[in-house]
């Protein structure tokens, strides 16, 4: 079995899934940081994107939980760019990509065998059941698979893991899950942040967005896998440092986060931590990493609002069921019998 950081239940690919993880190698870490980042750098959603992917095995070192990130907007705006541009870092961007349609089970054994690793979910819209999604998504990032009892008597191993996902559609995930008529559960979207996508607008010698695209993904047919092998190298030969990272990233982002949004600290500083070491693969500058992760976290709050999302979703739903029923279940304190029997829908 591959196994990245050994932990209980867990290692870098399940043995009994394909291990999909690491899909074939093409060019070296340096044309790849030559041909693929170059064109990313100066990007904030595609800069974002590789930091998710650099993260992936960075978060199992520092004790982290798993999340995901979201990126929606509509048909043609390089969501599928940016998502092979980043998991270009591990192999063959067609042959790691994953979907979205299928079940929750389904997914958690994908996650169970990209433990460690990189789970990249394209296109949310196509065929998938918002029901689903919903529940995959609570099942991907919770770490923990289903309990399941044996033929022989028992219980079958308890699966456990801890990947990142990059997922991409034309909807924010919580008007896709709602057009199932669910509401979206405060703690999915904490685990998996909506953040619409920032076009392309640093083209470097290309001409247009079209262009840029383009030859991102010539770039990326050629120069895959390389990369990744190396940073995970780097990684086991310098856990300490990273783990340090990570924790002087949380720090500074403690400071500048309100203390209500808990968890997201750990999220936006492994993103950050990832980018910032990660220099070492893309050759970016430091400055522009760091405005590329506060870009995508500004775009993320933007959405999801500086409230606690489960006050927010008890008082909106509160306020739906008093307008939904308010005088027909509820006097007014200065009670009118009149005004009550006026308001009644006569017997028919
Ligand atoms: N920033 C951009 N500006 C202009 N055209 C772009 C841009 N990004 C991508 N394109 C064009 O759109 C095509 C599809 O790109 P990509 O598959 O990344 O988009 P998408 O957002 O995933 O679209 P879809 O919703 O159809 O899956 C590219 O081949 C390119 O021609
Ligand atoms: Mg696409």
Aim: net charge negative; charged share 20%.
């Amino acid at each position: 079995m591959l196994s990245l950081w050994r932990r209980e239940g867990a290692g870098f690919g399940d043995e009994g899934q394909a291990i999909h993880c690491t899909r074939g190698c093409h060019g070296t870490p340096e044309s790849w940081r030559d041909n693929v980042a170059r064109l990313v750098e100066g990007n904030p959603s595609m800069m974002t994107a590789v930091a998710a992917v650099l993260a992936a095995p960075l978060i199992g070192l520092a004790e982290n939980d798993g999340f995901g990130i979201h990126f929606f907007e509509q048909s043609s705006s390089g969501k599928t760019t940016t998502a092979n541009v980043a998991s270009s870092l591990y192999g063959n961007p067609d042959a790691l990509r994953l979907t979205w349609y299928g079940t929750a089970l389904g997914l958690a054994n994908e996650a169970s065998a990209h433990n460690d690793a990189l789970m990249p979910l394209d296109e949310v819209g196509q065929g998938a059941d918002p029901h689903s999604v919903s529940q995959s998504t609570y099942a991907l990032f919770n770490g923990v698979g289903k309990l399941q009892g044996a033929k022989e008597g028992g219980n079958r191993d308890l699966k456990r893991w801890r990947t990142i996902a990059i997922s991409t559609g034309e909807m924010d995930m919580e008007i896709f899950i709602a057009t199932s008529g669910r509401k979206v559960k405060a703690g999915q979207l904490v685990r998996l942040l909506n953040i619409p996508l920032c076009k392309a607008v640093c083209f470097h010698e290309h001409a247009n967005g079209k262009q840029h695209a383009d030859a991102l993904k010539a770039a990326y047919q050629q120069h895959y896998g390389a990369a990744g092998r190396a940073w995970v190298k780097y990684l086991a030969d310098h856990q300490q440092d990273a783990v340090a990272a990570v924790r002087t990233a949380e720090a500074s982002w403690r400071s500048l986060i309100p203390a209500n949004y808990g968890e997201q600290v750990h999220r936006v500083a492994a993103l950050e931590a990832a980018l910032l070491l990660g220099r070492i693969m893309t050759g970016w500058d430091e400055q522009g990493c760091r405005d590329a992760i506060q870009h995508s976290y500004n775009a993320w709050v933007n959405l999801f609002g500086t409230g606690n999302k489960e006050y927010e979703q008890i008082i909106e739903q509160a306020e739906a069921f008093l307008s939904a029923y308010g005088i027909s279940r509820f006097a007014p304190l200065d009670y009118n019998e009149k005004y009550t029997q006026s308001c009644r829908i006569p017997r028919l």
